[in-house]
């Protein structure tokens, strides 16, 4: 698939995963989900759930270390600024483009990862982020997907690269 059509289907999963209110016990139980989705999985993951820098979900999985937390929060980081997944700077990178050198941003706070979504909400876009590491960078963003795809009732493609 080109780099167009994957970036494409990022976008069109964006537009359809949209909640119609975000809350902490909304937060709770997507976390909750996730966990039990990567165990049945025998997946070791770190799972957050923010809105803008505030954590409202956080766990990490026997099997993972500080470093998913680590690189989990740059994959937020960029969320956060740019309000798109992260793994767009991941595509780009792999294609030839690092978002975090063009734009002069600190490495150690903004990463070229997949694995965090933005948590958008009708009528007030997107409040927050979901975020998962420990698996490929591809990977995490599909959990990601297939965790909101369950939650809101959707059924998004995953990406294939």
């Known amino acids: 698939m080109s780099m167009d059509n994957v970036l494409k289907a990022v976008a069109n999963q964006e537009a359809e995963l949209v909640f119609e209110r975000f809350d902490e016990k909304i937060a709770l139980s997507l976390g909750l989900e996730a966990l039990a989705l990567a ?3 025998g997946y070791a993951i770190w799972v957050n759930i923010s809105r803008g820098d505030h954590t409202l979900f956080e766990h990490s999985m026997a099997g993972t270390s500080p470093a998913n937390a680590d690189i989990g929060s740059r994959k937020r980081s960029v969320v956060n600024l740019m309000h798109f997944s992260s793994v767009n700077f991941f595509i780009h990178k792999q294609n030839g483009f690092n978002f975090v050198d063009f734009m002069n941003l600190d ?3 903004y990463g070229t990862y997949g694995g965090s979504f933005p948590i958008r909400v009708e009528g007030a876009g997107v409040i927050g982020s979901i975020t998962i590491s ?4 591809l990977e995490d963003h599909n959990l990601v997907v297939e ?3 369950a939650h809101l009732g959707c059924s998004t493609d ?3 690269l």
Do not use: H, K, M, Q
């Not at 420990?134 to 960078?137: T, V």
């Open 39 to 41: 165990a049945s999985r």
């Open 147 to 149: 965790v909101l795809n």
């Open 158 to 160: 995953l990406l294939s």
């Open 134 to 137: 420990g698996l490929s960078d």
């Open 107 to 109: 490495s150690r706070v």
